[in-house]
């Protein structure tokens, strides 16, 4: 192999080379779930690249990925009550970019929109929320807190971002705050047991009150019935009888009250003679 073939396969290689280099830096891939900010010698494109496959100038364009799925990132939020206790809250941030807002965020936020726009405005949020609230209520109507902190939130944002939703997951007290409050729930459990003790008792003896109402009007009724109609009585002796003759009658008897004759009585035989 002479000089001149071998100058030609090593120049062949070092230009197969440079074309692949050149091919490589001409074209790009924005994955699923991203869009593509295109940056040329500093400039950004007004317009976002789509997913897939594309084209650029080579060494001097770049296309920088910016993800527009949902994310959730943690943040501690550090603020005060309305009755001065500090209070540190774990939170749970979802957001999204908007396709329409991947070159603003790039541009504007420098592609890390959770640091430099959402987390201090979730953070001032909180704060103008628990500032009128006293520590218990916090802790208490949660959900009302979490509530007006995204509608804040979302508000100073603005359409840049969106904010799908905040969720406290957890409220840090000082140990004696906590305590207070534990102590203040059990004793208001305790009055709530006492009035519902004291709400059954009421409505028991006011059952029994009416009861023994009726019964005694009822009792007066029947003793005016029997005194203006005597024969009532002799009409419930004859109701009630069970056809067993009665073994003692009283010495008044008649009528009714006599029933039936005694007939016989075991064990004693009756009399031949009267």
């Known amino acids: 192999m002479t000089g001149h073939q071998i100058i030609r396969i090593v120049l062949g290689g070092v230009l197969i080379l440079a074309l692949v280099i050149i091919g490589s830096a001409m074209t790009f891939v924005v994955n699923p779930g991203h869009r593509g900010v295109e940056v040329t010698l500093g400039k950004v494109s007004p317009v976002f690249k789509p997913e897939g496959f594309g084209i650029k100038m080579p060494f001097i364009t770049r296309v920088e990925p910016i993800l527009i799925r949902q994310q959730t990132k943690q943040m501690v939020a550090d603020c005060y009550s309305s009755d001065l206790q500090q209070i540190k809250m774990d939170v749970g941030v979802l957001y999204r970019i908007p396709e329409a807002s991947a070159v603003r965020i790039y541009r504007d936020y420098q592609g890390d929109a959770f640091e ?18 006293t520590a218990e209520t916090i802790v208490q109507k949660r959900e009302e807190v979490k509530r007006l902190t995204l509608d804040i ?11 799908e939703d905040i969720v406290l997951t ?9 305590h207070a409050i534990e102590a203040k729930m059990v004793q208001q459990q305790e009055a709530a047991r006492a009035r519902f003790t004291k709400q059954q008792t009421e409505v028991e003896a006011n059952t029994a009150v009416i009861k023994a109402k009726g019964e005694a009007e009822s009792i007066n009724l029947r003793g005016k019935a029997l005194r203006e109609n005597p024969s009532i009585l002799q009409l419930e002796i004859v109701d009630r009888w069970d056809g067993v003759t009665p073994l ?3 010495a008044n008897a008649s009528g009714s009250e006599m029933i039936l004759p005694l007939g016989n009585i075991q064990g004693v035989a009756p009399s031949a003679n009267p």
């Open 116 to 133: 430099t726009l959402v987390k201090p405005r979730v953070a001032e949020a909180i704060k103008e929320i628990t500032a009128l609230r």
């Open 153 to 163: 939130a979302r508000t100073k944002v603005g359409e840049a971002l969106v904010l």
């Open 170 to 178: 957890d409220i840090n007290l000082s140990k004696v705050l906590e």
């Open 248 to 250: 003692v009658v009283g």
